[in-house]
């Protein structure tokens, strides 16, 4: 059983940055592919990005502004978000998954367990 607490929403401007962080219980943080998803309002839950076994992937609208990270030692993953646009606005999760899940991660259902998501909500 995992367990993923996720912190660092908030408001911000357009063009300006967030770091959220999603923290694991467990002393196996280290063998779960970690994603992040994010739902707006009226949408569906769509993929952020991954790490996994394969390495790091991204939701082509967030590529080149998105960074994710993991901390093995810490037991955290994170999502570095670089010139926010409004159109991020949304409940973003963290979700951790087999190591070696298949296709970059991109899908919900691939993913064992969930946090219970932090607001981020990107002004114009």
């Known amino acids: 059983q995992v367990q993923l607490v996720e912190s660092g929403g908030g408001l911000v401007q357009a063009g300006g940055s967030l770091r959220l962080s999603c923290a694991a219980s467990g002393r196996t943080f280290g063998s779960y592919a970690m994603g992040w998803f994010r739902q707006a309002p009226g949408k569906e839950r769509e993929f952020v990005a991954s790490?996994?076994?394969?390495?790091?992937y991204y939701a082509d609208s967030v590529k080149g502004r998105f960074t994710i990270s993991r901390d093995n030692a810490k037991n955290t993953v994170y999502l570095q978000m670089n010139s926010l646009k409004p159109e991020d606005t949304a409940v973003y999760s963290c979700a951790a998954g087999p190591l070696y899940i298949g296709y970059g991660g991109r899908t919900p259902d691939q993913y064992d367990y969930w946090g219970q998501g932090t607001q981020v909500t990107v002004s114009s």
């Open positions: 790490i996994t076994w394969s390495g790091a």
